[in-house]
């Protein structure tokens, strides 16, 4: 373990308790030199296996860091959803399933890895097809929250707890990976956006008008990251660009799930600018494994 990264993540002063709104899958992860092409079998030189999705990383995130991460999603009880609770409680990470008698399969993610650029190839499906209403919420959960992330797989559930957040005075984060129908529901109850370069709500064609967008809706604390590119952000009416470090990639799989677990702890103990710095530390460090997992074994 890098000197940085040591003590980047001594132990915290306090715990807190996240609550991580979204997509749960299983990800079946393979190392290759390169993805296939059409009609072509290649052999992977290593695998793993893990529960997947932006909400679920980043809670696997925040509770390696040291707090209490509830994960909100659909987990069900199909015989596949053993693989995800198994390594969900391994991490820490407590489960709060918003239809445990759902017998379909949940999402199930094919991800190779190109190894020795790091760059990915995805074949998934998210939760188009699973959407709950809110009355599936449980009623106590923001008890003794300290924060929300919602990453718009389960926007209806989402915008409720975005809604009952500012009521209790409860930060949220949203994970805005891309632009999802609904997103305009959430945004006039979030705190931090945390966007990708991908992000783009409509009407939208360049960052400028993004952040624009973005504080339109209301949201004074705006980041667009750029993967090994500074990102750009604003507080307040203060703008500003962040280097990032720069390092070999081994696997960007999760890359801005981690960051974005690593921010909704770092928010919590320190200024916007200084939480952004410290979520791309965490999220380079992992990038430097394989897999989702690995870097917090080292």
């Known amino acids: ?52 999705g932006p909400a679920t990383n980043a809670a696997v995130t925040f509770s390696y860091l ?28 407590a489960i709060a399933d918003l239809d445990p008698y759902q017998l379909q399969p949940p999402p199930v993610s094919s991800i190779i890895v190109t190894q020795g650029t790091g760059e990915r190839a995805v074949v998934s499906i998210n939760a188009a097809k699973t959407q709950v209403t809110s009355n599936r919420i449980p009623a106590d959960i923001l008890q003794d929250i300290d924060i929300v992330l919602i990453d718009g797989h389960q926007m209806i559930v989402g915008s409720a707890l975005a809604q009952q957040a500012l009521a209790h005075n409860i930060p949220v984060v ?13 945004l006039p109850f979030v705190d931090y956006a945390i966007c990708s370069a991908n992000f783009y709500p409509p009407g939208c064609n360049s960052t400028s ?45 999760g890359a801005g799930d981690v960051f974005h677990g690593a921010f909704c702890d770092r928010i919590l103990r ?18 430097q494994f394989f897999g989702t997992r690995d870097w917090m074994q080292k």
């Open 209 to 253: 008008e993004v952040f624009a967008y973005l504080c339109a809706a209301g949201i004074s604390h705006i980041a667009i990251t750029h993967g090994e590119n500074p990102i750009q952000c604003l507080c307040g009416v203060t703008t500003s660009v962040l280097e990032v470090p720069q390092i070999k990639a081994v696997d960007t799989l």
């Open 66 to 93: 040291g707090n209490e991460a509830t994960l909100l999603g659909i987990v069900g009880s199909s015989p596949i959803t053993g693989l995800i609770k198994a390594d969900l409680d391994s991490c820490g990470v």
């Open 270 to 287: 320190s200024n916007f600018t200084d939480a952004l710095i410290s979520a791309a530390n965490v999220a380079a460090y992992s990038c």
């Open 1 to 52: 373990m890098s000197l940085w990264f040591h003590n980047e993540f001594m132990p915290p002063v306090k715990n807190y308790h996240g609550l991580f709104v979204g997509l749960v899958t299983l990800d079946l992860v393979y190392l290759a030199t390169s993805a296939p092409s059409n009609n072509q079998k290649i052999v992977a030189s290593n695998y793993t296996v893990a529960a997947g």
């Open 174 to 186: 949203i994970d805005g990976g891309s632009w999802k129908p609904g997103f305009e529901t959430v």
